[in-house]
């Protein structure tokens, strides 16, 4: 059986493994709904009055300029004057990541992206969040043409390929800070190729590529650094048990082959390259096996750097740059060790995207959000003498995207901005003693006054009547600077002043919906009535 003999299928399930993926996007943008926390944040942030304040407020965020600038552009042009206008930017951006699969492979030595539709093109994470109005689709999409415009300039040195090349490089890391990492993987792999056929001056020129990328960074340098001292809150750190549940929650069934595949494509990447086996490839496709597997394993390693730096608990979107890239390399490596190799890739995509879409075709049906439902019922039923309570904290973010209502509202503890993450703000309450106070004392203030209390997100259930632990101020609460404790402690003591004294408490709204993101599935309660102490309990 030969190459050629498989080429017809070959583009028959690729294309067919497409518009299967295609189809998943309109699912995810037809049922996404309203903007969640993280897609407010960006919005906002990009629609500052001027180019200066989205600057300075960027590091509230974890993405350079280019997107923000891009939402903006998009927002001022009048497509993105609704929620459903700036879904179709992110399904622009979705759309380009599949795209690029295509643009990728085709470019590395004409292949098909078999197992970046299969795996990565209908992967549930990779459609949710490459299509959320975040920078990882387009970001992604960015590192993935870069490569493939370095093979080419490796491949057939010259200047438009090399110009070509750079604007890339330069544009990826613009988008997402994580691609650095892997543009440094990138463009060692390609000098290694150059080295090895000779061309030294190729290689500096491809090494000069990542060095104008990483200038292009200097002006986030000082930014960056001040933001530490406020993004240590939320700065929990990743180990081992943290960074395989999130892999896990990325890949969902396919965990196991999203494993496998690199560490095989790696080892008979590099052994095809360094035996003197006879083989029938053509230097040209030696070297892309070269090429290929030194990104692949040099990737996957500086971007676990890039991680544990970050310090951060990481989400499973957080992987998509990675797990894309990943699959790409193994794209350009399997199917050219082996002819063998290349009937087993085929028979991976066939038998894994029936795997990926089943998951794929239930979750992307979720909503990301229920708080524009939320708060477009409390819109509706609020009077403006009731008072609104959303907890936790960044659930304001959302609420106060999609809020209409007279009702004042408030979180726990009460923060003076709630356009996007206001670390600066929390890291300041996390350190008073009675950060929540005044919240509770208009809480008694609203419901002794004959006047409703709207509890909004996720207010915990009293278990016993004893009073909530009281925890000394940042950073000598339980795990330092980490607000998770501290939040719950204030959910708790709202929930314990409720229930000694309201009279009254409606479940509006059931926080346990399978329809809805669980990052953002908001419960909505009503209580009234006051009594000096009473044991009423809420739903």
């Known amino acids: 059986m030969t190459l050629k003999k498989l080429n017809y299928p070959d583009w028959i399930i690729a294309a067919c493994l497409s518009l299967v993926a295609v189809w998943l996007h309109f699912i995810f943008l037809t049922h996404a709904g309203g903007l969640w926390r993280d897609e407010a944040a960006i919005t906002n942030i990009s629609r500052l009055p001027t180019l200066g304040q989205v600057w300075q407020a960027l590091p509230h965020d974890n993405c350079p300029i280019v997107f923000p600038v891009l939402i903006r552009l998009w927002s001022m042009s009048g497509l993105g004057a609704t929620d459903a206008g700036l ?60 490569m493939a415009l370095i093979w080419r300039y490796v491949e057939a040195p010259n200047a438009g390929r090399g110009l070509m090349a750079g604007m890339a490089a330069v544009l990826s890391v613009q988008v997402l800070y994580q691609n650095a990492f892997l543009l440094l993987a990138i463009c060692t792999a390609g000098a290694a190729v150059c080295f090895r ?26 930014p960056i650094y001040h933001a530490q001292s406020w993004w240590i809150v939320n700065k929990t750190g990743v180990d081992w048990a943290i960074f395989l549940n999130r892999i896990a929650e990325a890949t969902g069934i396919l965990a196991g082959v999203w494993l496998v595949l690199p560490v095989v494509a790696a080892l008979f990447g590099v052994g095809c390259v360094l035996t003197n086996i006879p ?25 676990g750097i890039f991680i544990k730096l970050a310090d951060l608990p990481t989400q499973s979107w957080y992987y998509i740059p990675a797990m894309c890239f990943t699959v790409v390399c193994c794209d350009a490596i399997l199917p050219r060790i082996h002819r063998v190799a290349h009937v087993v890739v085929l028979v991976v995509a066939v038998i894994a995207a029936p795997l990926a879409f089943t998951p794929a075709f239930s979750n992307l049906k979720w909503r990301q959000t229920n708080g524009d439902l939320v708060a477009a019922l409390i819109s509706q039923r609020a009077l403006p003498n009731d008072l609104i309570i959303v907890h936790p904290w960044y659930y304001g973010i959302s609420f106060a995207h999609h809020y209409r209502g007279t009702a004042p509202w408030t979180t726990l503890p009460p923060l003076a901005d709630y356009r996007f993450y206001r670390y600066d703000l929390l890291k300041a309450a ?15 203030t609203t419901l002794s006054s004959g006047h409703r209390v709207w509890l909004v997100g996720q207010i915990p259930t009293p278990q016993s009547g004893t009073p909530p632990a009281v925890l000394p101020p940042a950073p000598h609460g339980p795990q330092g600077w980490a607000d998770q404790p501290y939040s719950d402690v204030w959910g708790a003591q709202l929930s314990y002043l409720l229930m000694r004294h309201i009279t009254n408490a409606a479940l509006l709204i059931n926080s346990s919906n399978n329809f809805v993101n669980p990052m953002e599935d908001m419960a909505l309660i009503r209580t009234s009535g006051w009594r000096p102490s009473t044991q009423t309990n809420l739903p």
């Open 430 to 444: 996390l350190q008073k003693t009675k950060a929540i106070e005044p919240v509770l004392e208009k809480v008694k």
């Open 197 to 222: 056929r000779g061309r030294q001056r190729s290689a500096i020129s491809v090494l000069s590529m990542g060095v104008a990328a990483a200038f292009s960074l200097l002006p986030y340098i000082s």
């Open 87 to 146: 879904r179709i930017l992110g399904l622009g951006c979705g759309l380009l990541l599949l795209a690029a699969f295509w643009a990728a492979s085709r470019m590395m030595g004409r292949g098909l992206p078999l197992l970046s539709v299969a795996l990565a093109g209908l992967n549930f994470t990779v459609v949710r969040y490459g299509d959320s109005l975040r920078a990882y689709g387009l970001g992604t999409a960015c590192i993935l043409l870069t």
């Open 279 to 303: 083989q029938k490839e053509t230097d040209n496709r030696r070297d892309l096996l070269l090429f290929a597997s030194v990104a692949l394993v040099i990737g996957v390693v500086t971007f």
